[in-house]
């Protein structure tokens, strides 16, 4: 039984069932609030919607719990979707092909990882701030997207990328199963691999995984190349779901990808973090921003919302173990 | 109680502290059970006891921390009180200094000295009076400091003194430090015993906190000695050896034997030729051969943890060879050491040594992800369970779940498996870096027997130490290393351990 226990949190960390109490309350009161939110199409809406934010939490997930931090992650996203654009837009724009589409992936994954690598060589090797480093790449990558754009949209792509984008596959939305593949990949990564292991250890303590033998410098380069690969991967979903490509795009996101991490119980420090809480984390702001859409609300109040939440959520987690030690005094 | 505020002669007769019939129970473990501790006005005393005796608690308890059961007797300088916040305890006097000192490293001397008198209420902060109270204070210490200087940019030895100044600061007449000794080399500690006479004199008792109490007992007029939460006894400190209470403290008794053996026709394993390193070592030669255990002692600051880092990789010497096997070798970093067969235990156990929050179990397998996994680079949880089971019994180390924090154990556990995640890598040379620091008296001895089996079983051992002793009696030759270059080697069975320590301590 302890073993389960064990194996239960190694998966799911401590408080998966704290989070997936409150999706299940914020789900049961916007049904009654709301006629509309029990429907699928409802359902299908958020899966679209949250396939965005998904992917580039997960950027930002892997360089928090290494210790780090990636600000750079919707400009890199920006930037791999524009070497997409730029591709299809070589090879014929609308009448592109599906190898013209691939080819241009790739290429947009490999700028991605690129310029993960080089913000993450930048902090392994020179030591910079992973702030400061993310926040140099951040501004670069923004100012050369602007220039090559002239700060405007580039649109026109074939049509089979709405399949992609706005497509089904047996009933679940295509970007979220992309989402779930990129979540599992990212769990097996960090749980089941040497690199995972590694992410952890430097987060807790580096220079004791260094004297340990462990690859420090390698493996922070390589965090922040997969981040920039998951950044990638984010550009070219969003190309796919808007079907134009602009700087800037998403950049509300920046920080409620922070706040999804926090949420699902990744430590700011570093060193602790799973997957399976931060997916949670990621369907709860979705039901809120979505529900309080349907209820009439205002955009912006839900982003209010969100901001309250995770206050309450900070303040239950420090009331925890205070009450349970309170409960257990009482029981004596 | 105006009665007792203005009763001062009886209370100037009574002793500094006392306390009696002091039970504390943690969640069904009684941390202290009916101890009596008293300390007279002016007194140094030592408080002595391993980790885990009380020690701990009972400071907590004089400190107003924790809260004693019901039917304890409480007494501060003749007032006997029922209930002692830390607030209170201040008033009344005390003060402890933790082994980490607390201080502030970023803050100047003179604003950590004074600070307790900077914090409260909104006043400006004036410098002038700052400077003034932490002249005063340093004055009555007899100590010299530059009030100007960041605190970090201070050795720790003189840290050491500005916390005791902090003490002085708030009116503190009874100071407890917490291992004040750990970290001091034998010319600090005697400047640290020269304050603490000073301090005597001037009616300010001190408690020493420690288990290594050998040179802090000259000064020293009684030793309280705690076992199990239990008081083992008030001893006076004239003829008390660290030897007798090593025997008080543990109930157990040791017999340390030289253990040494000579190695002269062993080939060596590790070697290293005309060695340095500009501004930390120079010119060292030396050898370890199979199965050989090599003592390496000698102050803080000569070069000894400098030269382990070079032969683990961590360093580049600029100059000589080193040869592992009679091969010359340059490690890039130290995971070409670590493949080549060199491991290395850090003094550091906290910071270094292993990844405090992590799982034990991840700890034990740090050094081995290669073999417990594909190429690929996916983990076999199987492969990784049965090497932290092989570790967890190859070491004899007392867990509760391999999924537990490491931080969780005993210090003398974590360095069984700090050893542990090292023998996995079965090294040849294993350079043990104060393999003791932490390590309770009773556990230090489980770990000399482990060193001496694995240097039986062939590997040669590097064991740099902070006490002559320890190297004296459990290593085959003893070099002494002093300002970077090493000035002597001496068999233990040809040199007393007096001689030995007149030498190094000199």
Redesign the interface.
């Known amino acids: 039984m ?1 073993d389960r226990i ?1 194996r239960h ?2 998966v799911f960390g401590r408080d998966v069932w704290g989070l997936l109490g409150f999706l299940a309350l914020a789900l049961i009161a916007f049904a009654a609030a709301a006629p509309q939110f029990l429907t699928a199409a409802n359902f299908s809406s958020m899966a679209f919607q949250v396939s965005d934010l998904g992917l580039l939490t997960l950027a930002m997930l892997m360089p928090i719990i290494s210790g780090g931090f990636n600000l750079a992650i919707i400009a890199t996203a920006n930037l791999s979707g524009l070497t997409l654009a730029w591709i299809l837009n070589l090879n014929g724009g609308p009448q592109a092909g599906v190898l013209a589409f691939a080819g241009g992936a790739a290429a947009a994954l490999a700028v991605g990882g690129a310029s993960g690598a080089a913000m993450g060589a930048t902090i392994a090797f020179l030591g910079a701030h992973p702030i400061l480093a993310s926040l140099a790449m951040m501004i670069f990558l923004r100012g050369l997207g602007e220039y090559l754009t002239r700060g405007g949209d580039i649109s026109g792509f074939p049509d089979f990328l709405g399949e992609v984008g706005h497509g089904e596959l047996l009933g679940v939305p295509v970007p979220m199963l992309v989402l779930v593949g990129a979540a599992l990949f990212w769990h ?1 990564l960090l749980s ?4 995972g ?2 992410v ?2 430097i987060g ?2 580096a ?9 420090v410098k390698r493996t922070i380069t390589l965090v922040y190349a997969l981040s920039g690969m998951m950044c990638a991967l984010a550009g070219i979903l969003m190309l796919t779901r808007f079907n134009s490509v602009r700087v800037g795009h998403g950049d509300s996101l920046l920080l409620v990808t922070v706040l999804a991490c926090f949420l699902g119980g990744v430590d700011p420090f570093g ?2 973090g799973r997957v399976a809480p931060v997916f949670v984390a990621l369907l709860i702001l979705q039901t809120l921003s979505s529900g309080l859409n349907l209820l009439g609300a205002n955009q912006h109040l839900s982003t209010a919302v969100w901001g309250l939440f995770l206050i309450a959520v900070m303040s239950l987690r420090w009331a925890g173990p205070v009450l349970a030690k309170l409960l257990k005094r009482t029981k004596e | 109680m105006p009665v007792a505020e203005h009763d001062e002669s009886a209370a100037d007769a009574a002793p500094a502290i006392r306390f009696d019939r002091v039970s504390v129970t943690f969640g069904g473990v009684r941390a202290l059970d009916g101890v009596s501790f008293e300390v007279d006005r002016g007194e140094v005393h030592c408080l002595a006891g391993e980790n885990g005796s009380g020690k701990s608690t009972l400071i907590k308890v004089v400190a107003g921390v924790y809260r004693p059961e019901p039917g304890a007797h409480m007494e501060y300088f003749g007032r006997p009180e029922t209930t002692v916040t830390p607030q209170l305890a201040r008033r009344r006097g005390v003060a402890v200094i933790w082994q980490d000192l607390a201080l502030f490293p970023e803050m100047t001397v003179a604003e950590n000295i004074a600070f307790d008198h900077l914090v409260g209420g909104m006043r400006l902060v004036e410098h002038g009076a700052i400077r003034k109270i932490a002249e005063s204070a340093l004055a009555r210490l007899g100590v010299d400091l530059d009030l100007g200087a960041r605190l970090n940019k201070l050795p720790i030895a003189r840290r050491q003194l500005a916390a005791i100044a902090r003490a002085l600061a708030s009116d503190a007449k009874l100071i407890f430090m917490d291992e004040p000794t750990a970290s001091l080399t034998q010319a600090e500690t005697d400047m640290l015993l020269d304050v603490v006479r000073t301090l005597s004199a001037s009616g300010v008792a001190i408690v020493f906190v420690s288990h290594r109490l050998a040179e802090v007992l000259e000064v020293s007029s009684r030793a309280t000695v705690l076992r199990d939460g239990r008081l083992v006894g008030v001893f006076e400190a004239a003829g008390l050896s660290q030897t007798r209470l090593t025997e008080l403290m543990t109930g157990k008794q040791f017999d340390q034997r030289i253990s040494a053996r000579s190695f002269a026709a062993a080939p060596a394993v590790l070697s290293v030729e005309d060695l340095s390193r500009h501004g930390e070592y120079e010119g060292v030669n030396l050898a370890l051969r199979a199965g050989e255990v090599v003592g390496l002692v000698g102050l803080i600051g000569a070069g000894r943890t400098e030269l382990a880092h070079t032969l683990f990789g961590m360093t580049r010497p600029d100059r000589g060879a080193i040869r592992l096997n009679g091969r010359n070798i340059a490690f890039r970093n130290n995971r070409d050491a670590i493949a080549a067969g060199v491991a290395y235990v850090s003094e550091d156990r906290l910071a270094l040594g292993l990844v405090q929050q992590q799982s034990i179990a991840d700890n034990l397998v740090i050094t081995r992800l290669r073999a417990i996994s594909n190429a690929a680079g996916a983990i076999s949880r199987a492969k990784k369970a049965a090497a932290v089971a092989k570790g967890v019994t190859d070491l004899a180390i007392k867990i509760g779940r391999p999924a537990d924090a490491v931080s969780t154990l005993s210090g003398g556990n974590q360095q069984r498996v700090v050893l542990a995640k090292w023998l996995a890598t079965s090294p040849k040379a294993l350079i043990l870096d104060c393999p003791t620091v932490g390590v309770d008296v009773g556990a230090r001895d489980g770990i000399y027997r482990i060193i001496r089996r694995l240097a039986e079983s062939g590997i040669a051992i590097l064991l740099i130490s902070d006490e002559v002793s320890e190297a004296f009696f459990n290593a085959d030759r003893v070099l002494h290393m002093a300002a970077g270059r090493i000035v002597g080697d001496y068999d233990p069975r040809s040199v007393s351990l007096a001689d030995l320590e007149s030498a190094v301590y000199a």
């Open positions: 302890v064990e949190y190694a097996f089941h691999t040497r690199h292991f590694a952890t250890m807790s303590n220079r004791a995984a260094e004297y340990s033998g462990v690859p060193g602790f």
